[in-house]
């Protein structure tokens, strides 16, 4: 048996690897006299932002931190929950980051703080931030409403 993870930025890309890893298993263990199956699940899809709530959101962010303040990050191949969020709705996901890891403790190694390791340490800070980030949100969505 073998196993893998397969990740992609577009649907696209996810239909063509599926087609051409099934491809091979069709092809390649006859010509060895072998025979093989396939089971491709596709767990997570690709996290694909909405263009226009990006925009949306990135503006609230720059009125609010400043334009030196809101990254573009490249896109990640981490499976994300939200993606389901954005098959059904439009949206945006966003982060905000965790700091330059000057909060944390001594021992718990230098530089930013990232999640998934035995050192993270939530930067308290930044609940101000956050918190007012979402409420400025919903205030400027409800203001295009009405």
């Given at each position: 048996?073998?196993?893998?993870?397969?990740?992609?930025?577009?649907?696209?890309?996810?239909?063509?690897?599926?087609?051409?890893?099934?491809?091979?298993?069709?092809?390649?263990?006859?010509?060895?006299g072998a025979t093989a199956t396939m089971q491709f699940?596709?767990?997570?899809?690709?996290?694909?932002?909405?263009?226009?709530?990006?925009?949306f959101c990135e503006k609230v962010m720059r009125d609010?931190?400043?334009?030196?303040?809101?990254?573009?990050?490249?896109?990640?191949?981490?499976?994300?929950?939200?993606?389901?969020?954005?098959?059904?709705?439009?949206?945006?996901?966003?982060?905000?980051?965790?700091?330059?890891?000057?909060?944390?403790?001594?021992?718990?190694?230098?530089?930013?703080?990232?999640?998934?390791?035995?050192?993270?340490?939530?930067?308290?800070?930044?609940?101000?931030?956050?918190?007012?980030?979402?409420?400025?949100?919903?205030?400027?969505?409800?203001?295009?409403?009405?």
């Amino acid at each position: 048996m073998l196993r893998g993870t397969v990740r992609t930025f577009t649907y696209e890309v996810l239909d063509l690897i599926q087609q051409r890893m099934q491809e091979l298993v069709d092809q390649l263990p006859p010509a060895f006299g072998a025979t093989a199956t396939m089971q491709f699940t596709r767990a997570y899809p690709p996290l694909i932002n909405h263009e226009s709530e990006t925009r949306f959101c990135e503006k609230v962010m720059r009125d609010m931190v400043g334009e030196q303040n809101v990254l573009k990050m490249e896109p990640t191949m981490g499976g994300e929950d939200f993606a389901f969020m954005l098959l059904e709705k439009p949206g945006c996901y966003v982060m905000i980051g965790n700091g330059d890891g000057a909060h944390r403790a001594m021992g718990h190694g230098e530089g930013p703080c990232l999640l998934h390791n035995p050192s993270y340490d939530f930067n308290d800070d930044l609940l101000p931030i956050g918190a007012t980030y979402w409420v400025r949100l919903a205030q400027a969505w409800l203001a295009q409403r009405t």
